[in-house]
Nanobody, 120 residues
Framework: QVQLVESGGGLAQPGGSLRLSCVLRGDNERTYDMGWFRQAPGRQRELVAQVLNGRTKNYAVAVRGRFTISRENLNNTVYLQMNSLKPEDTATYYC??????????????WGQGTQVTVSS
């Protein structure tokens, strides 16, 4: 019954901005750790950003200073504001949610993925 719904991907020019959204639907009682991975052809999957315990934020070195993750805790909704975009940011971005910070390592969910393309 729990679903993650992503939106906000698209085409941006270098130096531009996009804002990704991820809404967890079906459970508004537990506080999920949430964030984004990205996957580009020929490259390893990379953790881009995450929010742990509803407050602690971590970023990949490659996006630090350019991307900002935020969380609306009451609605288990996260946003990824992506500024100063570079062509190497081009990838499919996947939202995820889990309960590891609550001691549950068996529960995890994935969004459907949203394509981000940075090109002039």
């Amino acid at each position: 019954q729990v679903q993650l719904v992503e939106s906000g991907g698209g085409l941006a020019q270098p130096g531009g901005s996009l804002r990704l959204s991820c809404v967890l639907r079906g459970d508004n009682e537990r506080t999920y750790d949430m964030g984004w991975f990205r996957q580009a052809p020929g490259r390893q999957r990379e953790l881009v950003a995450q929010v742990l315990n509803g407050r602690t934020k971590n970023y990949a070195v490659a996006v630090r200073g350019r991307f900002t993750i935020s969380r609306e805790n009451l609605n288990n909704t996260v946003y990824l504001q992506m500024n100063s975009l570079k062509p190497e940011d081009t990838a499919t971005y996947y939202c995820y949610a889990d309960l590891r910070s609550q001691g549950d390592w068996s529960t995890n969910y994935w969004g459907q993925g949203t394509q981000v393309t940075v090109s002039s």
